[in-house]
């Protein structure tokens, strides 16, 4: 079946590293996407990685796919007030060319 | 570039009513995908239009309808509408098929009383 499973939050200290992690089960998944969630706004696009990828580094942003345990996650480094939001992976599926969300985590950065 | 925009931003309706939202991709995008936001159930797909037709439709009941005009613009009524129709209803576009493109609006958040 589809499912995409997330811890509902993670709280960091300002200046340290977020690691927000995603697990799947679909093993037809293409891509896996993170997307940004602020309040009050619609979704952004962050990065994506193709499945048969196991990391992929944009900046401060690292994404990392384990494809056997289905597990993707993503680390900010040097996390700012900035990126307190929420946060979504999401997979597409190549049987129905849909896109599957996660539960989404939220980001609190403090100070 | 304009980016994708949704009308109207809030909406309260009450029960039995009907509803219709629009989205307005970015200009030069043909498709325009719906979702559905809501606490308990999260980001849920509702469906995909590219060119004028329904490319992809997600398990929601023949009370939710969309289309989209050759302009690209997009509209998903909601009929009958129920309590639990309230959310956040996300548009998002594309240039082509596929999700690697795909921007979003800000969302239409519908309260139904």
């Known amino acids: 079946g589809e499912d995409v499973e997330q811890s509902l939050f993670l709280s960091v200290r300002e200046g340290d590293s977020s690691v927000i992690n995603c697990t799947y089960t679909d093993s037809s998944s293409t891509y896996l996407y993170w997307y940004k969630q602020e309040p009050g706004a619609g979704l952004q696009l962050l990065t994506y990685?193709?499945?048969?990828?196991d990391m992929k580094q944009d900046q401060r942003l690292t994404v990392l796919l384990n494809k056997k345990d289905k597990h993707l996650s993503l680390r900010i480094a040097d996390t700012q007030t900035g990126d307190s939001a929420i946060y979504f992976c999401?997979?597409?599926?190549?049987?129905?060319?849909?896109?599957?969300f996660g539960t989404g985590t939220r980001l609190q950065v403090f100070p | 570039k304009a980016g994708v925009t949704q009308t109207p931003r809030y909406l309260i309706k009450t029960r039995g009513q009907q509803v219709t939202l629009s989205c307005s991709p970015i200009?030069?995008?043909?498709?325009v995908s719906w979702y559905q936001q809501t606490p308990g159930q999260g980001l849920q797909f509702l469906f995909e239009y590219f060119s004028e037709t329904q490319r992809n439709k997600g398990n929601f009941p023949g009370r939710f309808s969309g289309r989209q005009f050759s302009n690209s613009r997009s509209e998903m009524n909601v009929s009958t509408l129920e309590l639990g129709d309230s959310a956040l209803y996300l548009c998002?576009?594309?240039?082509?098929?596929?999700?690697?493109?795909?921007?979003f609006g800000p969302g239409t958040r519908l309260l139904v009383l």
């Open positions: 998002a576009s594309s240039a082509e098929q596929g999700f690697e493109t795909q921007y």
């Open positions: 999401a997979e597409s599926i190549l049987s129905t060319d849909k896109l599957i």
């Open positions: 200009s030069g995008h043909r498709s």
């Open positions: 990685i193709f499945s048969n990828m």
